[in-house]
């Protein structure tokens, strides 16, 4: 893909943005505020999914391998 198809693609991605949003009518003020509220939050979420998810799953985890047949590290000490 050369340079122009990209900036041309780029172009048509960015043109079906606002259409889909609906901010093709809103003035350049309007625009910038909106698109700063937006991506402000997409980024807060991808934030939040960086810190708070690998917690939550290695939780999740220890919580099902204890329900499963996972024996408790008490249980390991005694045993050695």
Not at 32 to 37: A, E
Not at 40 to 69: C, D, K, N
Request: hydrophobic content about 50%; overall charge negative.
């Amino acid at each position: 893909m050369n340079f122009k198809n990209l900036r041309e693609y780029l172009a048509w991605l960015y043109y079906q943005y606002l259409l889909i949003t609906g901010i093709y009518v809103l003035e350049p003020w309007e625009k910038s505020i909106f698109n700063s509220i937006l991506f402000s939050a997409i980024a807060m979420v991808v934030y939040t999914s960086y810190v708070f998810v690998p917690i939550h799953v290695r939780l999740a985890l220890e919580f099902f391998l204890g329900i499963f047949g996972g024996q408790p590290e008490s249980t390991m000490a005694l045993m050695t």
